[in-house]
């Protein structure tokens, strides 16, 4: 069946620095994609998303793009702030799956930012 | 503004009660779902609803139930608790799709405890 696969955390990072967290997925289908974010003590929070192959998602100057080809969704920011700090899951919907509208979620990458 | 909530926030019960979570939403959405979060497992989907009197299992139903009397509530209920039910459970609701990606709203979270 579909599958999200993750990079294990936590990742710890200085403030600043670049990030990137790994995602790739399995389907049978053409599925959107999605990244979730969940600071402490709240409930998920959608960050950006992608339909179709390499479109581009980007919110808050974190972007991900869909390549198809590595059936891979990395996320990535150029500079993270200690504000960043929470736990990001990587999604797929997958229509095609059982003409269904489920989210199948990743595991989740914790991600620490230090001053 | 809409919004989507869930009660209680934090419960401890005792094995083999009957607990039921609340979840409620005003953003008039069709789509209803339930899900659970562990450590190392991400999100799970337990149970999830397409409108009124519609319901479907997810990937890990069993001890489970859910009722969908009106659009704006899906109240999850545990049968006969049992520790292996110990985790934080989110709602979700979303948009009936059309050919456009939807995105879920995710409501708080509720905190359960099984002793």
């Known amino acids: 069946g579909d599958s999200v696969t993750q990079m294990e955390g936590p990742v710890t990072l200085s403030e600043e620095a670049f990030l990137t967290i790994n995602c790739t997925y399995t389907?049978?289908?053409?599925?959107?994609l999605f990244w979730y974010v969940q600071y402490p003590g709240e409930g998920l929070q959608l960050l950006l998303k992608?339909?179709?192959?390499?479109d581009k998602g980007s919110n808050k100057g974190f972007e991900a793009t869909y390549r198809k080809e590595t059936t891979s969704f990395h996320l990535e920011k150029g500079s993270v702030q200690v504000s960043d700090s929470a736990v990001y899951f990587c999604?797929?919907?997958?229509?095609?799956?059982?003409?269904?509208?489920?989210?199948?979620f990743g595991s989740g990458t914790r991600l620490l930012v230090r001053p | 503004d809409a919004e989507i909530t869930q009660s209680p926030r934090h419960k401890i019960t005792e094995t083999g009660r009957q607990v039921t979570l609340a979840c409620h939403q005003t953003?008039?959405?069709?789509?209803m779902f339930w899900y659970r979060q562990d450590l190392g497992h991400g999100l799970r989907l337990i149970h999830y609803?397409?409108?009124?009197?519609?319901?479907n299992k997810g990937e890990v139903s069993d001890g489970y139930s859910v009722s969908r009397s009106n659009t704006e509530d899906l109240p999850l209920t545990l049968e006969s608790a049992a520790s292996s039910q110990t985790s934080v459970y989110f709602c979700?609701?979303?948009?009936?799709?059309?050919?456009?990606?939807?995105?879920?709203?995710f409501g708080p979270g509720t905190r359960l405890t099984v002793t």
């Open positions: 979700a609701s979303s948009e009936r799709p059309g050919l456009e990606v939807f995105e879920q709203y």
């Open positions: 389907a049978t289908g053409y599925p959107s």
């Open positions: 992608a339909t179709k192959a390499d």
């Open positions: 999604a797929l919907s997958d229509l095609a799956m059982d003409s269904s509208y489920k989210l199948i």
């Open positions: 953003w008039n959405h069709n789509n």
């Open positions: 609803s397409y409108g009124v009197h519609d319901t």
